[in-house]
């Protein structure tokens, strides 16, 4: 069971804890020659995200640990996901699975029928993860020295209780 925690831009704290989670995935990340996040992702940076996106940290109670950490925001029927993260001792437990549980039960609140997430598109292990998720590529993006994947998932959004005469 988790706990996710909606970060506000002055909750120094949880910033805090965002930014070890974030460093500790991105040098991990890199050591297997992966891109991620624009480095270095400073805690400035995360603050200005928390206005306008939600900044979610997770706190695992079986782990006793904070866990994981990804970004959401809607945007025309869409919700993207950015940063998306666990930390590598937790990773291969089902963390990141219930967190996208988690964004497309907030897709279905906000009336959003589909989701996008976008990664380094060498990063073998996260593809596979969304494409077992039920993503499929629908676009590439080069960006100044390497490519990115863009992926999407159709919602199933859920249809409202009719009343029987």
Request: positive net charge.
């Amino acid at each position: 069971m988790e706990k996710r925690i909606l970060t506000r831009d002055t909750d120094y704290e949880v910033i805090n804890i965002i930014y070890r989670i974030l460093r500790k995935s991105s040098g991990e990340m890199m050591k297997k020659g992966l891109f991620c996040w624009m480095l270095p992702y400073s805690k400035r940076a995360i603050r200005k995200d928390c206005k306008d996106k939600v900044v979610v940290l997770v706190w695992d109670v079986e782990l006793d640990d904070f866990s994981s950490t990804f970004q959401m925001f809607a945007k025309n029927g869409v919700v993207y996901v950015r940063k998306m993260t666990t930390l590598p001792e937790y990773e291969g437990l089902g963390v990141a699975s219930r967190n996208m549980a988690y964004v497309e039960a907030y897709a279905q609140k906000m009336d959003c029928p589909s989701l996008h997430v976008e990664m380094f598109a060498r990063n073998k292990a996260a593809i596979a993860f969304y494409e077992h998720l039920g993503f499929k590529t629908i676009a590439t993006k080069q960006l100044w020295i390497f490519k990115t994947l863009v992926m999407e998932k159709a919602v199933v959004m859920e249809e409202p209780m009719v009343q029987q005469p």
